[in-house]
């Protein structure tokens, strides 16, 4: 499962770096030639989201190495770092572009800007078009795999649809004789960007700090605790976060006249049960306390 995940998210990779090559090499060509400054700056944007995935790359295939003697719990948070620098990449492109925005509002002399030709304005629709269909691209694989890194990355391929959508704006405001709209269409981008990387920096934060797995995962794994046999109560139910996968501790209470063998087998039956179910637990404790009657079910909090 791991190294199909892992071959999925380069198979993805791979494919989003030739095409953010390409897009580069046109809006570049598309800036210089159709006199947009707006498109030279996105071809910057879609060189960014070249390094962007190579560090995707890098967190991904450092996350799926085998635990060793330094990491005996394994590497999935090698992820998480990988996406809190996707997510800090966010963050300050979000603010350059809004940067930019509101240097050419206070000060930027409109009178005397160059008018972008066709060229240009054609380039940033094609650009919305390919960044966009990027992003589910990236999006579907990344929810396939529950990987945070791909998923911040896709979210920087959206970042890059949303720079062209303001390049495409700032271009026919230009042509329409109104180029101011380049700078208050890239303050709107610029907000939605930063929203985004502050909740994908969240959300890994949560994972490399031991918090629970969601309340739903927590009350499915309950069920199947409680469904199995010669189990009476549920003491104790824990949950981790360690990258994308989750560990989980258990404290059952069953019948206290039952002899070591048997409470043994009943918790492996509950290890397994999780685990087989679960393909996201990697690692299932489960503790055995003895009850003097059969008492009724009663979850953990």
Known sequence: MEERNEQIAMRVSVHTIIVNVALTII???????????????????SLSDVFSTIIVIIGIKLSNQEPDKKHPYGHERFECVATIVLSLILFFTGLGIGWVSVEKIIYGNHEELAIPNIFALL?????????????????????????????ADAWHHRSDAFSSIGSFAGILGAQLGFPILDSVASMAICLLILKVSFD????????????????????????????????????????RMFGSKIYVEVEIGVDGTK??????????????????????VKHCTVHVNPCDTEAEIIPSD
């Open 27 to 45: 809006k570049l060509f598309a800036g210089i030639f159709g006199r947009s400054s707006a498109m030279v700056s996105d071809a910057m944007h």
């Open 123 to 151: 380039t940033a629709v094609l650009s919305i078009a390919v960044k966009e269909g990027m992003y589910w691209y990236t999006r579907f694989a990344a929810k396939k795999i529950d990987s945070g890194a791909l998923l």
């Open 200 to 239: 994908i920096f969240k959300d890994s934060i949560g994972k490399m700090t031991d918090s629970a797995a969601d309340s739903e995962i927590e009350n499915q794994i309950l069920d199947v605790i409680t469904a199995q046999e010669s189990v009476i109560k549920t003491d104790l139910l824990l949950t």
């Open 259 to 280: 002899s070591l063998e048997e409470a043994h087998d009943i918790a492996q039956r509950v290890h397994d049960a999780i685990e087989t179910k679960f393909c996201k």
